[in-house]
Each structure stands twice: as structure tokens, then as C-alpha cells.
């Protein structure tokens, strides 16, 4: 495998604008149970999931941007779950994962996993949910690290234990089938046609859905001992393959006292064609200290996934962030046209004015992200351009929810100065 070293690109197109004042969700923030997401979004429905200390709430994603709003214009104190359709109760949720087809929430418990109807939960009446009405099925399994959802076939699941034992099955069925042993990370195709892991000696495995078939490569020993400066040990934090010629792969990099080295991302991509096809002859692209300002002291190493991702199709766009950012939170990896190629680049916008800020704690400690998503339904906030003065205003475009360690939910809208729709 070619390894080659990413770059960093100016981008004066990407725009973001803070949606009124935090919102606030947990009084007092998380403190015992600190999830690894907390938000998920339906699109479909345009409803959002939120996780607090006692469970999850569901609510209407436009009454969210709405009461974000209103917060600039009046000295009323809103919370989020005010505006909640409904709650329910399930203490110490670590992560959230929302269906392909929408109509199923998965609440990662530290000790179990509970699937609820999303129709069920929206449909009665407002306040403390009744589990039995929505609760699809409950599995006892410890600790889940990962719960991704196949995007095409309903209802299939892939599951990671923070073990690193890797199943796969219906989510309805009470077994599912071993995969394999010491996983790290995992993740389904585009397509849902094949899924991706990475095992702890850094082989990349590809199978089809039905297991019958699979592709498997080494990454280089550059990748092996955490960098090109090497001493390290290097351990894939997650992944994400929502390019059929790419795949994400976040990792962290461990130090021989122990002590953690910066997290850093490359990207596998195809020399043509899927990446499901032979991914030995894949090209590496590096970005060594993708994450700024990162303090390792936060959560304990094996406290994963830290880095969160969501990718906006048409823009070739990941949003990022890790969950050890204590500033600059929010990154950018994106594709550019260079003439009859296209090149992944790590992008920095340039004017501060439109770069995405969360704020201190009110406490004055640092703060840092523990849920991210984005809501591709809400399109009516105006952006003025960057010559504001001139009277211009951005096609409208998708919001950016972040949840704080706080417990606060920050909304920022993005937009793009080339007027790049987003089509949902």
C-alpha cells in the first residue's frame, strides 16, 4: 500500500452560523455515565433523539431550532426537554443508533441494548413513555462499543463489544453470529452490500453481507506503530465507509509510558472502482495530528469511540469532531476537484467569523463535544453572505447539533458561499 501524507486546504466557501444561545439539557451535565453519542436524527421525520442522565427524550427537530432562537429574543430559560414528544426512562445509555429505515431507536446501555419503535414513542402522549408500549426487544449484552445499522437491508445490525467481539444478525433475533474476534472498529458499505473491520494486528477485512466471500489486506508498518515517527502503538478508534472508493479511520496512538499521543486519521481509498474489490491495492492518505488541542487526561483510553463524524452527500463533506477536544472542536475533511481527480484534503476556514466555536463551561472549565448529528430538514434560516453589507443572503442549508459534557446543546447552521444545495 502507497502511503502518502494529506494536506490542509483554505476554504472560503464553508460557512457556519451559531443558532441562538446554548440550549440547555442537563442541569449540572454528565458526570457518572458520559456517552459516546448522544444525538441521533431522523431526516425521514424530522425528529432528533437526545440522551440525559436518566434515559433518552424524542423531539421534534424544528421545535429544538425554534426554541434556540426564541432565546435570543426574550430572558426566558428553555430546556430541551420541554419540547420532548416523549421520555423514557433507561439509566446510563452510552450511545444512540437510529434505524435505515427510520422507525427503530437503539439505546446502547451499559448493560443491555433496548430497540423502541420510533411511531410508538411519538404517538403517546406527551411526558414519561410506557417502555412496554415501545420496547421492541431488550438484549442483554455488555458494554457495546458500536451498533451500526446495515443502510439497506431492515432491520440487519452489526454489533461491537468493547470485548472486540463482533456479531452480526437481525435485531429481532435473539443469536446472532459470531464475525469475529479482537475487532476494533467496523462499519457497513454505502450500499450495504459489505461490511469493513479492522483487528488489533491492523488487518483490514472486507466480507459481503451474507458472508460468504472476503477480501482481507495489512496495513504498512507506517500505520502499525502509530505514524511515520513510529514508538507507538496504534489502536483504530472507529470507522466510517460512506464512499463506496473510501473508508474513514480514525486512531489513537499510545506512547510506551502509556501516555497518549494525538489522535490522527487516514483514509483508504481505491485506485479506481469500490473499495470492496481489492482493498490491497488501496492508497493511504494521512492526516498525522488531525485533532487539535486535545487533552488525553478526559476520558480513560478505552473509554471509545471518540472521534463522532456525520458526511453531507453532496458536498463530499465530513463534519468531525473527538471527544477529547477541549478547542476548535469542529473539523473539516472534505473532496476537491483537481481537474479530472478528486483529493481528500483536511479543510480550514479561513475567516474566523464563520468558524464554529463551542464555549467554555459556565464554570470556566473546558468543554468538550459528546454527541454530533446534523438535521438536513430544517432550512429556513437566512445566512447573510460574507460581505454582509451588500445585503446577500446563502441558499439555506443543514444544521449542526452538538451536545456538550456540560449538557448543553449547541445548533450552528452551514451553508456554502458557492451555493451548493443540499439535497435531501
Not at 426564541?70 to 430541551?80: G, I, M
Amino acid at each position: 500500500m502507497e502511503v502518502v501524507e494529506g494536506d490542509e486546504r483554505g476554504d472560503h466557501d464553508i460557512i457556519f452560523k451559531r443558532v441562538g444561545p446554548e440550549l440547555r439539557v442537563v442541569e449540572g451535565g454528565f458526570t457518572s455515565t458520559i456517552p459516546s453519542q448522544a444525538l441521533s436524527i431522523s431526516n425521514k421525520f424530522g425528529l432528533i433523539f437526545f440522551v440525559h442522565p436518566e434515559g433518552f427524550c424524542i423531539a421534534k427537530t424544528r421545535d429544538l431550532v425554534e426554541a434556540c432562537q426564541n432565546l435570543n429574543d426574550s430572558n426566558k430559560v428553555y430546556n430541551a426537554k420541554d419540547f420532548s414528544l416523549a421520555c423514557v426512562d433507561l439509566p446510563h445509555i452510552q450511545s444512540l443508533a437510529l434505524s435505515e429505515d427510520e422507525l427503530v431507536i437503539a439505546a446502547c446501555a451499559e448493560d443491555r441494548i433496548q430497540y423502541f419503535s420510533v411511531p410508538a414513542l411519538v404517538m403517546q402522549e406527551k411526558g414519561r413513555a410506557e417502555i412496554s408500549v415501545a420496547l421492541l426487544k431488550s438484549l442483554p449484552i455488555s458494554d457495546s462499543k458500536l451498533l451500526a445499522w446495515n443502510p439497506v437491508r431492515r432491520g440487519t445490525v452489526l454489533t461491537l463489544s468493547k470485548g472486540r467481539t463482533l456479531t452480526v444478525g437481525k435485531f429481532s433475533e435473539w443469536h446472532h453470529k459470531t464475525v469475529a474476534e479482537d475487532v476494533e472498529a467496523a462499519d457497513w458499505s454505502p450500499d450495504g452490500e459489505h461490511f469493513c473491520y479492522i483487528t488489533s494486528d491492523k488487518e483490514v477485512h472486507i466480507y459481503d453481507s451474507d458472508l460468504t466471500s472476503e477480501s482481507k489486506c495489512r496495513l504498512p508498518v507506517e500505520i502499525l506503530n502509530g505514524g511515520k515517527n513510529g514508538g507507538f502503538e496504534a489502536y483504530v478508534d472507529n470507522l466510517k465507509w460512506t464512499r463506496f472508493d473510501s473508508i474513514l479511520v480514525s486512531c489513537l496512538s499510545r506512547e510506551l509510558e502509556n501516555e497518549e499521543d494525538n489522535p490522527w486519521i487516514f483514509m483508504l481509498v481505491s485506485n479506481g472502482g469500490s473499495i470492496s474489490q481489492d482493498p490491497s491495492n488501496a492508497k493511504i492518505v494521512c492526516f498525522e495530528g488531525f485533532f487539535t488541542s486535545i487533552d488525553s487526561s478526559i476520558l480513560a483510553f478505552e473509554k471509545g469511540p471518540f472521534t463522532l463524524a456525520d458526511y453531507i452527500q453532496p458536498w463530499d463533506l465530513f463534519i468531525m469532531t473527538n471527544r477529547k477536544c477541549i478547542d476548535d472542536h469542529i473539523s473539516l475533511l472534505g473532496w476537491c476537484d483537481e481537474g479530472a481527480k478528486s483529493k481528500i484534503s483536511k479543510l480550514k476556514i479561513l475567516d474566523d467569523r464563520f468558524t464554529p466555536r463551542i464555549e467554555l463551561q459556565e464554570s470556566g472549565d473546558d468543554n468538550y463535544v459528546v454527541g454530533l448529528a446534523v438535521d438536513r430538514t430544517t432550512l429556513s434560516i437566512e445566512i447573510a453572505g460574507p460581505n454582509g453589507e451588500s445585503g446577500e443572503t446563502l441558499e439555506p442549508g443543514p444544521v449542526l447539533f452538538c451536545m456538550t459534557i456540560e449538557g448543553n446543546l449547541s445548533l450552528f447552521s452551514v451553508a456554502r458561499y458557492d451555493s451548493f444545495l443540499v439535497i435531501l
